[in-house]
Structures are given as C-alpha cells and as structure tokens.
C-alpha cells in the first residue's frame, strides 16, 4: 500500500465537513491523541498482563472464549447472515451504478492487480494454514448441521469441504465489502477522513470528531490489532512446521517468539524503505507463486477427482447456503460451532477494519456494484478451488491407501498439515520451501499494510504517516501475536478474534443503516442532476426546431 498511501483523502468535488484538527506531532510521530494513546493503551495493558500472569492467561482465554461464544454465539451467526444479505442488495439495487469517487472516476488498478491485492489482504495466511487442516477436522468429526454423517466416509470428506467453504466464503467476504465499502464512500463521495468514525457521519453529523468517534477509532484500532495478531500467530506456527519438516528445527513456542521477531523485523524493513507499490508487487507475487503450488498439487495430485470436487462442492454449498446461514446449534449438545464459525465470524469482523481500509483505498473509481460482486465472487471461487485442490488432495489421501497420514499429522500439530500433505507428492522439498515462502510473505504484506492501516486510523485519517509511527505499530503488531502464543496459544489466539470481534460486530450492523442513509442521498443527488442537464438538452433541441 506504500504505493496508494500517497493519495489525497479528499477528492475535488466532494462534499466535505470540517474536519478533525486534534492532531499532536513529534519527531516522527503525527498522530491523533486521544485514538493512538488510548489503543495504545489497552493494547500494552493487555500485553503486560498477559506476561505476568502467563499461567492464569490460558485458562482466562479458554473461559472468555467459552462465555462468549456461548452468550452470543447466535447473535454472531445472525450477523453475519445480515451483513452478506445487505450487500447483495445493494448490489442488486438501484444503487448499483453510483460509482466510489463519483460518476467520473475510473478505477486505478487493473483487475488482475486488485484481486491479487485482496486476496493477500484478505485471507493470505489462513488458506495457507487452514486448507489442509480444517476438512481433515470435519472429515474426522463431522458436525451434524445436514444431518448425523459417520466420520471417516465419502459423505462425511463431501461435508467438510462443503462446511470450509462456508467458513472462507461469501460471509467472510460479506464483512469485508460492507466495510470496505462504506470506507470508500464516504472517503471519496464525502471528503471524509479513511477511518471508520466517518461511515457513522449520517447518525452523528459533527459529531464523529468528539469522544463518540473517539471510541470507535480505539475499537476499530483494538480489533485490527488483534485480528492481525491472530493471523501472523497462526502463521508464524506454519512457518515453524515448516522449518522442522525442512531442517528439523524445534516445534515450540520460544522458536515462533524468535521467527515472529525476524519476520516482524523484514516487514519493518518494508516500511521503511517506502518502495512503491510494494504491497501492491508483493501481493502479485504471491498471487503467482500460490498459483503455481495450486496448479502442480492440482496435476501431481489426483486431477480429475480435485476438478469434480471443485464442482461438486460449489453446486452443494450454493444449495445448503440457507441452511449453512442460520444453524445456531440449538437442538445439538456440542461445542462444535463455538469452536468453529463463531470464532471464524469473530475473526473476520475483527480482521474487516484493516481489509475494509485496504479495499477501500484500492478501489476509487468502481460502481457499487462492480465493488461488491467484485469481493465477493472473485475471491470466494479462487478460495474455493484453492481448498478443493488442497483440502481435496488430503481428503483423497485418507480415503485412499494413505489413510491415516494427514489425520494423524493434523492430531498431533495442526500446523504440519500442509507439509506432510505435500510430502506425499513429487518434489517435496521444493514445494515446502515455496510453501514456507508464501506464509513468510502473507506475513510481511499483512504486516506492513496493518501498520499502515492503524496508523491511519491512529492519525485522524492521515494516509501518508511518518515512518518512525508505521515501525512502531509493526512492532506493536509482532508483540501481541507473540504474546498470545505466550499466553495460551491457539486457543489465546481464538479468543482475541472472539473477544473483539463481538462488539466491533454491534458498529457494523449500525454501519449497514448509516450506508443504505448515505448511497439513498447520493442516487438523489446523481438522479437531480441527470434531469436538470436533461431538460436543458430538451429546450435546446426545440429552439433548434423552432428556429428551422
């Protein structure tokens, strides 16, 4: 993003309101007191806790996750649901053809590079740690959302990709268009600042600038943190695995302290050398060398079978998306969902201020509908056949001759998945080290465009902040995902993503009323002045006529 952070945040031609002066500058630092200070805060006070009370940690994080997952897990369900359902009809609607920036503007990055751009943003890390691991799970233990399926067959491999398709689908994606799209509005049709306080401006007018906007900048900065943080922890883990698989390094959580600690410090190497379009160059390069691990585990791998999974698949998670939608558990007595989906949905409304932001600045000059079904489908069917031909080659192995091997790998350290799968084709050192270089990666672009995006929302909006600042939220980023593998490890890393994405969750069903306010004026707008250059077009015609 170092590439796009030069833009101004205020178009010619928008409609702006007086802004937020409450700046305070230092050497190196630009930023808006009470926001930076007071995530800043939170953030340290949790970390120091944490570290001083490492023993009790784990079994608080295990008993928060617990309460609230229980508490409001159908609350989280029945969000998520509203949020993709919301979109879909703005979309849909007559609002479709306003465009991001004005009826002018025309997008800035060609489409190759935008959805390079969101994928990397969006789920990098976690297709790379997940899409082994979690059909392995389902195909283990089969949840009975469709009905009771017997772990270990043909049925229970179908559902488990089906179930990972829901989880990394059109809701994920949902969130992150609703958010991304208000960002982008109301930064580019309303000369706003880029920081969520703005998208609630139809309820609270001025307001945004007080202690109102105050809190919801330190929410939106704590939930960024944090879903950051759970992602660079799960992908630090993978890293470790594979540096064992590769060179036997130790699996342990010293190690990961000590990776997350270099990797940290080459994504502050990125922020500090501001090569532009980095994120951007970065991001492509991922999405081309993902591409050539998928399209080799898809030919050394069992080719047709992967194909009609693909296919197969998408036809029956297209057909079980209601059923998928609102299953709250109710009448089953397990913790499958709370394990699974509430922390999933958690995880992506916490992660949806960074994404919302990255997409919002990628996006200037797309139709509301061109934005939407953009993020929404494109992604969604890349992930869905990056999940059939890995998951689909694990589930294929363990229906096969090799069963066991990728359960047992999974059951012992999920993180190995992936590299004992690729074990079991051709080249495997080669593509370990490709697959270890993904996540490493995934890591430094998470990273510094994370420490771009919380310094915007730390400075007032200001989207060209100081190095010194981007550097020390890099390293603020790499403290918390160290400290909660400190702290009690997956399950630390799970309960952040609940914990703050549940209240985030509240702000967005506010923010979905606050767009459809917003996008109502603006086709107001767009159709007045449609008809008052039509009419005058109409006068001159019958002048014209007159005249002959």
């Not at 691991?133 to 049925?155: C, R, V």
């Not at 997350?260 to 080459?266: E, L, W």
């Not at 074990?423 to 370990?432: V, W």
Request: net charge negative; aromatic share 12%; glycine share 10%.
């Amino acid at each position: 993003m170092n590439d796009i952070s030069k833009e101004e945040s205020n178009p010619v031609g928008s409609r702006r309101t007086p802004g937020d002066t409450n700046i305070t500058r230092f050497p190196g630092f630009d930023f808006h007191p009470e926001v930076f200070i007071g995530s800043g805060t939170l953030i340290l006070v949790f970390v120091i806790l944490t570290i001083v009370f490492r023993q009790p940690a784990e079994s608080i994080f295990g008993n928060v996750q617990t309460f609230i997952a229980e508490g409001m897990g159908w609350f989280m369900i029945l969000s998520v649901s509203i949020y993709l359902s919301i979109v879909i009809l703005l979309a849909l609607s007559r609002f479709g053809s306003i465009r991001i920036g004005g009826q002018d503007a025309r997008p800035e990055f060609p489409t190759f590079a935008w959805i390079a751009m969101l994928l990397s943003a969006g789920m990098g890390i976690g297709l790379m740690f997940w899409s082994v691991a979690e059909p392995t799970y389902h195909f283990q233990s089969p949840p009975t959302i469709l009905g009771t399926i017997e772990p270990g067959t043909n049925d229970a491999a179908q559902q488990a990709l089906n179930i990972t398709f829901f989880h990394w689908g059109l809701h994920a994606w949902g969130i992150y268009a609703l958010v991304g799209l208000a960002l982008a509005f109301f930064t580019y049709n309303r000369g706003l600042p880029l920081t969520i306080r703005s998208v609630f401006y139809p309820l609270l007018g001025d307001g945004i600038y007080g202690w109102v906007g105050n809190l919801v900048d330190v929410l939106a900065v704590v939930a960024t943190l944090f879903g950051l943080a759970t992602s660079l922890g799960f992908g630090v883990q993978q890293v470790n695995a594979g540096f064992n698989f590769l060179f036997n390094l130790p699996i342990n959580t010293p190690v990961q302290v000590v990776l997350i600690v270099i990797i940290t410090g080459f994504a502050t190497a990125s922020v500090v050398s501001g090569l532009d379009a980095g994120v951007r160059r970065l991001s492509e390069l991922n999405m081309i060398l993902a591409g050539i691990l998928m399209v080799f585990v898809l030919l050394a791998g069992p080719t047709i079978f992967l194909l009609s999974t693909f296919v197969q698949t998408t036809g029956l998670y297209v057909a079980s998306l209601p059923t998928l939608s609102f299953w709250t558990e109710t009448f089953q007595s397990t913790n499958w969902q709370n394990s699974w989906t509430v922390f999933y949905w958690g995880w992506w409304v916490s992660w949806s201020p960074f994404v919302g932001i990255f997409i919002a600045r990628i996006s200037k000059g797309r139709t509301v509908k061109e934005f939407i079904l953009g993020v929404l489908l494109l992604p969604s069917l890349l992930t869905f056949l990056w999940m059939s031909v890995f998951g689909g080659t694990a589930l294929y192995l363990e229906l096969g001759d090799s069963a066991g091997i990728i359960t047992d790998a999974v059951n012992a350290e999920v993180a190995t998945a992936l590299f004992v799968m690729l074990q079991q084709l051709p080249l495997t050192g080669i593509t370990s080290f490709v697959g270890i270089v993904l996540v490493v990666v995934f890591f430094v672009t998470s990273s510094d465009s994370g420490s771009l995006v919380v310094d915007n929302l730390t400075s007032g909006g200001k989207l060209d902040s100081p190095v010194p600042q981007r550097v020390f939220w890099a390293a603020i980023e790499g403290l918390v995902a160290a400290v909660l593998l400190l702290g009690g490890g997956l399950t630390a890393l799970q309960t952040a993503a609940i914990t703050t994405g549940l209240p985030f969750a509240i702000l967005l069903l506010v923010m979905c009323y606050s767009l459809y306010q917003a996008l109502k004026e603006e086709y107001a707008v767009i159709q007045l002045k449609s008809s008052s250059v039509a009419v005058p077009k109409v006068q001159d015609k019958v002048e014209e006529e007159s005249v002959r």
